[in-house]
């Protein structure tokens, strides 16, 4: 087998209470050829905590918040890799197990485009299919990424809808990471903002690709008014069955 270099990118942004410990994993694993760190304007101490790993790690510190797409862009014009696996910043028990499964189709398939890690929110993909579409462990080419990171740049919580629009279903595996713990960090206004973003980057994905017509959602609105004033996953399962907007509905 040849060897192939891997370049792990961790887009971070007030992960104060877990970044330490996925850098400090991913630096002690034999998989993993460098490290990128990219602190997205954290307000908290997100920025020191890298700072101190010094050489161990590529550092990428921005004073602003620009979003999770510009951060992943930044961290794969850095790579020195052949293949980027990115990872997030929350994770409580990354092991060499998870990097290996992650990594392991893409590294071991060149004709493979990419591939998926689901984990961390395997529970909620039972309910949002969907959601497995939006995970944020990934593995790629870099080759196939780099003429898509100018477009990146201003992706935020839509990156990963962004992502997956780039290449056909065949191309990128599934990889089941069962066990996989992220932090429960899914505030109300985080939750709302995450998919409300969601639906307007589709949007847009589809229009370019002339896959739809934006004017048959032209009620989506109703779906941010229905979800707006809860606060949980299991509670916004739970309502969208009341929304009333069949086109939306269906797509859920």
Known sequence: MVMRNISAIVPAFNEEKTVAGVVNKLLSSHLISEVI?????????TA??????????KFLNFADNHGKGFALAQGILAASGDIVAFFDADIHNLSDRYINLLISPVRNDQNLTG?????CRYKSSLYFPWIVYLTGMRAYQKRKLIPYTDNMLDKRYGIEVYLNSLFDKNEIAIVP???LSCAAKYSKRA???AIKEYWQTGFEVA?????IELSQYINYK????KLAPLADVDTVKIRIKDIATKDIKDLF
């Open 37 to 45: 760190c990219v602190n997205d304007g954290s307000t908290d101490a």
């Open 177 to 179: 990471l069962f066990g």
């Open 222 to 225: 109703d779906l941010f008014n």
């Open 115 to 119: 591939a998926l890690g689901v984990g």
């Open 207 to 211: 229009k370019q690709k002339g896959e």
């Open 48 to 57: 020191q905590i890298l700072s101190a790993f010094g050489d161990k790690i």
């Open 191 to 193: 939750l709302i903002q």
